[in-house]
């Protein structure tokens, strides 16, 4: 049985973790809010960001930006490569065809 002990680290405040997260939608309002919340927290943050397009936070410098569209799965699977977590906050505004993908 899991005790509330378990999660504290020596201090007595939550264990350290930090993970490699990715953001999906890091342009727009929660996903940006997501991703500085991250960062903040001491994670590694990885967006996935179309083409000319730029995340919706402060100070980019700490981001690793993969360019790339949601409706590609290569560029998807390609962008969550070694992330322990993955954020969705990205979503479609209005209909494009989907970019051609060299694998399904």
Do not use: K, W, Y
């Not at 690793?64 to 949601?70: A, N």
């Amino acid at each position: 049985m899991r005790r509330p002990e378990d999660d504290q680290g020596a201090a007595g405040g939550p264990r350290d973790f930090h993970a490699r997260a990715l953001v999906t939608g890091a342009s727009g309002f929660i996903g940006g809010a997501v991703t500085r919340v991250l960062l903040g927290r001491g994670h590694a943050v990885r967006v996935l960001l179309r083409p000319g397009t730029a995340p919706n936070v402060p100070d980019a410098s700490g981001l690793e930006i993969v360019r790339g569209d949601l409706r590609d799965a290569r560029a998807v699977r390609t962008a969550a490569e070694d992330c322990a977590a993955i954020f969705h906050a990205g979503g479609c505004t209005r209909f494009r065809p989907a970019p051609p993908s060299s694998t399904p």
